[in-house]
Structure formats: C-alpha cells, structure tokens
C-alpha cells in the first residue's frame, strides 16, 4: 500500500496520506550529530523543506535553531517516523534522534 508523504503550509506541517502528522512547534532533541556543538541540541524546527522515505523511516530535510546557542542550520534526513504495517508511527520529538549524515554514515 503507497504512502502518500508531503509539506504543507509553507513547510509548516508534513502530511501522511492527507492527514497533518508532524508540525514544526516542536522541539527535537539532536544528538551525535554536527548540527551544532551543544551535546545534546535542543532544535526548534522553523520549516520542513522536503520528506522522503527511506526505507521504512520517514526522513525530512528541515532548517532549525539550537535554543541553547542559537545556531540556525538545515538538517537533512532527520527521522520523523516509520512506517508499521501501512501505517505511518511518528517519533517523539522529545526523544533524543539520530540523523543521516551526508556521505550515507547514520551517527
């Protein structure tokens, strides 16, 4: 069964098969990553710009600040979700997430 995945609202909220699933208020929690040096950062999403699945993790391109320094960075293939038996299953934001490096390295 396809999954349709999209932005909506100006990057504001990704939509599983037309439904808002998760919105850019929250603060996700980012560690062993290069977003910035706080250990962990504390990011507060500012717009989605892409999502994608890969493999059965929904991953999403976004820009974001770090509440503890203020750094404002993108992030790519951040992990929002998975996908369970044709079912989209989001992460929780508070919890602390790994993303996709670049060059293929999951951190």
Do not use: K
Not at 26 to 34: E, F, I, M, R
């Amino acid at each position: 069964m396809p999954i349709a995945l999209r932005t909506l609202d100006d990057g504001a909220w990704i939509s599983v098969n037309d439904s808002r699933q998760v919105s850019v208020s929250d603060v996700w929690t980012l560690s062993h990553g290069v977003f910035c040096d706080c250990e962990p950062a504390y990011v507060l999403l500012e717009a989605f710009i892409d999502v994608d699945v890969d493999g059965s993790v929904v991953v999403a391109s976004a820009v974001g600040q770090c509440l503890e320094c203020g750094t404002r960075e993108s992030i790519d293939r951040l992990p929002v979700g998975r996908i369970v038996n044709g079912e989209f299953r989001p992460y929780d934001p508070a919890g602390v997430q790994w993303r996709s490096e670049p060059d293929g390295e999951t951190t």
